[in-house]
């Protein structure tokens, strides 16, 4: 497993997605406690308008099938159902919006749910795991919203793919970001 990162900021700085995934996974008593840390993301009014589908083991296959069945062409159905397979735990991200609340809007809870699965994957990364946020046009399929016993109102976001990253040991560097196009101080000049 990589080396855990030893600080909040060194797990931000170092966290990339992982695109393939080994065994093994973390346990259901570690994923459970993450998950609960995670559930302390920003949310307003403590919604928490989420809920978690592990996938795993043979489930991995049969999401898959349902995959492939939901693609638009042969070719697209075999490399769909061949997506699961990419990591030992998917987590169906299922966004369980409370339509209608009188103080949170909808796109307020989508923001919480997308702050726990980021935090989630924080923890992850803090932890030697490794993850990626994967989504596409099968996250509308009404097939696969079947096959993971989504209602009317939830939205499938997409899946956690959770496992062991490489043992490369390099961090892609990213170029730094260019603060003042994206900070914009009021009444202050940029040497304050």
């Known amino acids: 497993m990589t080396p855990a990162p030893h ?7 170092t966290r990339r997605s992982a695109a393939r995934l080994s065994e093994p996974a973390p346990g259901r008593d570690e994923l459970e406690r993450l998950v609960q840390a995670a559930a302390t993301a920003p949310d307003h009014g403590r ?12 489930e991995r296959g049969r999401l898959g099938d349902v995959l492939g069945e939901a693609a638009a062409s042969p070719e697209q159905a075999r490399r769909a159902a061949a997506k699961p397979q990419r990591a ?3 987590l169906s991200i299922v966004h369980c919006p409370e339509p209608d609340h009188p103080k949170v809007p909808e796109w307020e809870q989508l923001a919480a749910t997308t702050a726990m699965v980021t ?12 993850s990626i946020w994967r989504t596409g046009a099968a996250v509308e399929s009404p097939l696969v919203r079947k096959h993971l016993g989504l209602a009317d ?3 499938l976001l997409g899946w956690l ?8 040991g390099i961090v892609r560097e990213r170029p ?3 603060l003042r196009t994206k900070i914009s101080w009021a009444h202050a000049s940029a040497d304050q």
């Open 7 to 13: 600080s909040i900021l060194e797990a931000v700085l």
């Open 176 to 178: 730094p970001l260019d």
């Open 161 to 168: 793919y959770i496992g062991t990253p490489p043992q490369t």
């Open 88 to 90: 030992p735990l998917l």
């Open 119 to 130: 935090t989630l994957s924080l923890l992850l990364h803090s932890r030697g795991w490794g």
């Open 47 to 58: 919604l928490r308008p989420w809920r978690l589908i592990p996938v795993s083991g043979d």
């Open 153 to 155: 109102e939830e939205r």
